[in-house]
């Protein structure tokens, strides 16, 4: 299985709906609080190529964007090969 992180906030349903996703699938990931450590929104914002909204998701250390791209690569059958180590 491939390494999930997914930066987040508290207040974003976006966030809510791609854990969503992400928990039906069975998915292990590490979240990541943007608002509760400090320098990590800058980090996000670095890994992100400058996009700066929550979520920001990464598969294996790769950017696939946020909740509306993580719903469109479950609609095109290509997120469960990534989950699973596959390009």
Do not use: W
Not at 21 to 36: A, C, Q
Not at 61 to 75: F, K, N, T
């Amino acid at each position: 299985m491939a390494k999930v992180e997914i930066y987040t906030t508290m207040l974003c349903g976006f966030c809510y709906a791609a854990k969503r996703l992400l928990n039906n699938k069975g998915v292990t990931y590490t979240e990541i609080d943007t608002m509760l450590k400090p320098g990590v929104r800058r980090e996000m914002i670095e890994r992100a190529q400058g996009k700066s909204t929550v979520p920001q998701i990464f598969i294996d250390d790769v950017h696939v964007g946020g909740c509306d791209e993580l719903y469109l690569l479950e609609q095109n059958k290509r997120l469960d090969p990534l989950l699973e180590g596959k390009p």
